[in-house]
């Protein structure tokens, strides 16, 4: 073989790879689209994988009915556990995309920290997700397994074009407090290092405090709905983040477990895609708007 017709070969081989890259991160961007909105580039989702952890909880015994419900509240997306996609799935209603989660562990365990990998990003997407997520507890004991799982789960969504939602938590024996700002901002970089398109990650209380988690990470940041807390609590939270640059929430219980789903999405929805006040969502929160 000549000089000239090796660098020929070297070339054809790297604009095939070429090519395929571009085919799978046209995926990605077809399959975000699903879960973002195309016009904000933001997203409101609502976790629904509880059942591994915590069991049939209210507002989750029927799964579709309270799909259905955030839907028409204008949730972008919701995450499930691959077993429930079926059970989900309505077949009627407003689109909304589906993640499917990727890890699980129980209160139960001996280290309910530990998350394992119980789906494969090929299985989710044969069961039509539209992205996946895996959760990681950075500090916890057995960090580095999770770890290596993050990586697994990340060059297996580049190569089906799949995007990942990284929940990452500051959680272990020498983590005082998760929502300490130096904490959540090792934790949304943790996501954008090693592969995820987004990261979700426990707001830190303050924008302020929450600019400097945005400002470190160079993908889209969504804050955990965390605890229970009172309507105009979750919604000042809301404000807040977005006011720091967050692309948006994953709202689970405060959102699923609410007396009127619908209008506690829709509020959640008008401050993250809209730009309205706290004040103004609530309104829309009690009807009146």
């Not at 139960?108 to 119980?118: A, G, I």
């Not at 057995?142 to 990942?164: I, Q, R």
Request: hydrophobic residues 40%; charged residues 25%.
């Amino acid at each position: 073989m000549t000089k000239d017709e090796a660098q020929h070969r070297r070339w054809t081989f790297y604009e095939a790879v070429k090519v395929e890259d571009e085919k799978m991160s046209i995926g990605k961007e077809v399959r975000k689209e699903r879960i973002l909105n195309k016009e904000t580039g933001k997203t409101v989702i609502v976790p629904m994988d509880h059942g591994v952890t915590v069991g049939p909880i209210k507002g989750l015994i029927d799964l579709p009915g309270t799909v259905d419900l955030v839907a028409k509240g204008g949730a972008n997306a919701v995450v499930e556990h691959v077993g429930m996609v079926g059970q989900g799935h309505r077949r009627y209603g407003r689109d909304i995309g589906l993640i499917v989660h990727l890890s699980g562990c129980t209160t139960l365990s001996p280290d309910p920290n530990r998350k394992v990998l119980v789906c494969s990003v090929e299985r989710a997407v044969r069961v039509g997700a539209d992205a996946v997520s895996i959760h990681v507890n950075i500090g916890a004991e057995n960090e580095g397994e999770m770890f290596e799982a993050f990586g697994e789960v990340s060059e297996a969504a580049d190569y089906w074009g799949v995007p990942l939602l990284a929940m990452v938590y500051p959680r272990g024996p020498k983590v005082a407090d998760e929502k300490d700002v130096e904490n959540v901002k090792i934790a949304a970089r943790v996501g954008a290092e090693l592969g995820a398109d987004i990261v979700k990650v426990p707001y830190t209380g303050s924008p302020e405090t929450f600019k400097d988690v945005v400002d470190g990470c160079p993908i889209p940041v969504v804050i955990a709905g965390g605890s229970k807390l009172s309507d105009e609590d979750t919604l000042k939270m809301v404000e807040g983040a977005v006011n720091a640059g967050a692309a948006g929430l994953s709202m689970g219980r405060n959102a699923f477990q609410h007396k009127n789903p619908v209008r506690l999405v829709s509020a959640a929805c008008a401050i993250v895609h809209d730009g309205k006040s706290a004040k103004e969502a609530m309104k829309i929160l009690k009807g009146k708007a």
